[in-house]
């Protein structure tokens, strides 16, 4: 006789185990191989793979757990006993150790590799698309930090830098490029202010010149003084709070400027130490009151806080009035961090959607039994899904590429891959596809990978919704509150629809932008495939050339309304162009289903086409898992 189930005894569903995405994941795969020159993959292929490995380690997933259990609070309401204001900032070991974990891993120094040139940047950001969903949101402090770190080496490149900020930036520089967290800083990045988000025309920080005599210090150990600008003001939405220094914008007699500060000063008398790199002498916070932390959806990890600024002791960024062309060098960083994070997530969520289809069973009929594998309806259901992620990360990997070509302007070196030089814009080309490909890759990623990403949690019923930190790695809640921030900083959606339509309507670098559009998608030689079954109907260049038209025709205040679907429209163009050119690329008929299934999923070609009509059950099933699992499934597939 069958016995009663009990808490202890009947059934119990098996755990999904995670593979190494580096291996098992076929859009990242594919895009490594695309994006990554053979020279360098031979050289940085293991180092990204052995990181992959790394980020599943239960090591990593207890100080995720811990990060959310034990979140930043501000100790004591800010005041010590005796009412002092002392402001001191707590974050839990979790928090502490995830970026100790990121700092050694050089997820920021990567991109500073020179000797790769652009691919730096492609091999850091596709190690920043594994490390994210194991994080608990550590890339955000390292993309103000990656931000922070490419200003000051544009600072350090002007000859027209005074010897004392070349010797603070110098030193900065050096913290920031460590892999040692005993020495290495972070940064933050503080604009946003009550009179509004990304629109900073109404900043009411304010800066004035007064240096002191005699001049504080940063750092005693080093000798580094305090800036000569002294800041007041509140800033309403700063994350990294515990970061330490910071880039942020005050107006100055002559405009909006840019400064970098340090977060705390030395303070001989301070009964309290804190900071990792300055010095175990006492400091106090630089002029910085943290008046409260913002209680979030998500990112809770996170230390985020309103702060009032008191005579906060900065340096001078570049020229006063030029903060808005200062930050535009951050901003370009930060927001391809969020676009390639939102990637991150999504990869994690389908890695593990498809873990749990192999070992979760369902109902066949007449008494059957199969696992979610083999459900046609399930697997169509996860190939659409996963061709909408491959379409995600390649657009995401290309935007980190033509960041490098920008930093590190290709040469006369070895030639590129065949496929590579396809995606590969000419040298005039680079800064004008950069100004616009920012925007529209984290407005059109960052939206989509939401949606994504819950649908990988709904297709593991209701386990999916549960915070299962008894098992962190299958914590898609978690990842699904983290990634909705993705598309509101760094500029919401619309905020980034209306920065792309004032690019290519700018008097003048408006004809630069589209001309950069123009000859990337010409060199792609997807024109002479347009409307074909390969394309399931879909005419991408005729797409674009309507766009086109209405650049030319119409004011930027007749295209604003429309300045949401027009991003739309151009990020599907480009991703069908790079899903074009990988399935090119080697003739794979994987990536060729992946290409006519984005094609089909967003109903491009004017309807939604059945790619799989007229074949049996078991070969529509077969090609559905294959655009899952790749060769996972006993499928064989040499090409992929």
Known sequence: MAKPSSSDHGFFQEAPILLNQFYDDVAFRRAFKLFVPPSVAAKKGPEVAALGEEVLADQIFTWVTDSERNKPYIKGNGRDP????????????????????????????????????????????????????????????????????RLLQLQLASPNLDSQRRRVFQNALGHLLSRDPDTAWTSGQWMTERTGGSDVSLTETLATLSPQSPPGLASAKEAIPLGPWSISGFKWFSSATDSDMTVLLAKTPRGLSAFLAPMRRHAPDARTTAGRAMGNSGTELNGVRIQRLKNKLGTRSLP????????????????????????????????????????GFVGRGVSVAKAYARVRSVGSGRGGRMVLAESALHMRTLADLTAEYHGLTHLSVLAAYVLGLEEYPMGHGEPLPGPLARVTPRGEHVAPLLRVLAQVTKAYVCKNATALLYSCMESLGGVGYLENEEQESLNLAKLYRDCCVLAIWEGTTDVLSTDFIRAVKHPRGGRACIEALDAFIEASGIGDVEGSERLSGWKPVRAWEG?????????????????????????????TVLLFVDAESDGSPVAADVLRRFVAVKRLGGSEVAITAGQSGDTRLRRDQLIVYGEEMGVPDAKL
């Open 82 to 149: 005796f009412g002092q204001f002392r402001g001191q900032l707590v974050v839990g070991e979790g928090w502490r150790k995830l970026q100790e974990f990121g700092i050694r891993k050089g997820i920021v120094a990567t991109g500073y590799e020179s000797e790769y040139g652009p691919f730096c940047r492609v091999v850091q950001f596709l190690r920043l698309h594994l490390w994210t969903p194991s994080s608990s949101m550590v890339p955000c402090p390292s993309a103000m930090h990656d931000g922070a770190t």
């Open 304 to 343: 985020t806080a309103e702060l009032e600024l008191r005579g906060m002791r900065a340096w001078l960024l570049g020229e006063e009035g030029r903060g808005i062309h200062q930050v535009s060098t951050v901003l370009n960083i930060t927001r391809i961090y969020s676009a390639v994070s939102a990637t």
């Open 547 to 575: 766009l086109k038209g209405r650049f030319g025709q119409e004011s930027q205040e007749e295209l604003m309304g429309d300045a949401r679907q027009i991003v739309w429209v151009l990020a599907e163009v480009l991703i």
